[in-house]
């Protein structure tokens, strides 16, 4: 077996949509995905992206991918490099293609002069958290991560004052 990992292209899409998905569902929130083909072009590849994805393979076969983008530390002065998602099809998983994503990302992150190389993961992913702690991924416990969507982003921001 021959994993190998390349810039995804706008033929991908359709796969990267079925990947989305697939991590929704073992993530037991499908019902949250909104993406569509059309929005996924045009955020992945049209004027204007701020993300970057990858794709992993096997013998020539997607089986994985990895979508990233810049944040940025004011502390550092420096960019980060923040893995918005990374999915290994479950029949592909203990192979090691997960870990080739994740230093795939950091090889990037240190090419780039990131400071940082961030993540989040749910606290029930055990699997997950092995491979990261085995990484030297080191959870941030002081940080609690906050979020406004839907609804209440829109009524905060039509607020006045």
Not at 48 to 57: K, N
Request: charged residues 25%; hydrophobic residues 45%; proline residues 4%.
């Amino acid at each position: 077996m021959t994993f190998s990992i390349r810039p995804a292209n706008e033929q991908d899409v359709p796969v990267i949509l079925r990947f989305i998905t697939d991590l929704a569902i073992f993530e037991k929130a499908e019902h949250e995905v909104l993406a569509t083909l059309d929005s996924l072009h045009a955020t992945l590849f049209g004027p204007g992206s701020v993300t970057d994805a990858a794709i992993l393979e096997k013998d020539g076969e997607a089986i994985g991918f990895a979508v990233w983008f810049y944040s940025y530390s004011t502390w550092l002065a420096r960019n980060g490099l923040y893995l918005e998602d990374l999915y290994v099809d479950p029949a592909h998983r203990g192979g090691g293609g997960g870990k080739m994503l994740m230093r795939f990302l950091a090889k990037l992150a240190v090419e780039k002069g990131c400071g940082r190389f961030e993540w989040s993961v749910l606290d029930w992913n055990e699997p997950a958290i092995r491979v990261y702690n085995q990484i030297g991924g080191e959870p941030q416990t002081e940080w609690i991560k906050y979020r406004l969507s839907g609804d209440a982003l829109k009524r905060f921001a039509a607020e006045e004052g």
